[in-house]
């Protein structure tokens, strides 16, 4: 059984730091892509960084050069850095994954942390 659990989120002030992690359990982790999405009220859920099983990573255009996304293959666990925080990065923060079957593809979330950036 899949699982995916953040913790690290919380309140921080407007150019500070926080580091989310996201722990995976029940697929061989790494193997497989990941990534951070994050939803603020009233939007739409957005891809903010993902990473490849080879360590190929990319960014939203707006965290760029702010976040940076890792892994530990050996201790099953992706990370987000965020530095300089921004009041409009204020959402709840995913970890996501999927498996491809031969015929279809499931989608794998966890259920979410959230971070305020706010003084």
């Known amino acids: 059984q899949v699982q995916l659990v953040e913790s690290g989120g919380g309140l921080v002030q407007p150019g500070g730091s926080l580091r989310l992690s996201c722990a995976a359990a029940?697929?061989?982790?790494?193997?497989?892509?990941m990534s951070w999405y994050r939803q603020a009220p009233e939007k739409q859920r957005e891809l903010v960084a993902a990473?490849?099983?080879?360590?190929?990573?990319n960014y939203a255009d707006s965290v760029k050069g702010r976040f940076t996304i890792s892994r530990d293959n050996a201790k099953n666990l992706v990370y987000l850095q965020m530095n300089s925080l921004k009041p409009e990065d204020t959402a709840v923060y995913y970890c996501y994954t999927y498996r491809q079957f031969i015929d279809s593809r499931r989608d794998y979330w966890g259920q979410g942390t959230q971070v305020t950036v706010s003084s």
């Open positions: 029940g697929f061989p982790f790494s193997i497989y892509y």
């Open positions: 990473i490849t099983s080879g360590g190929s990573t």
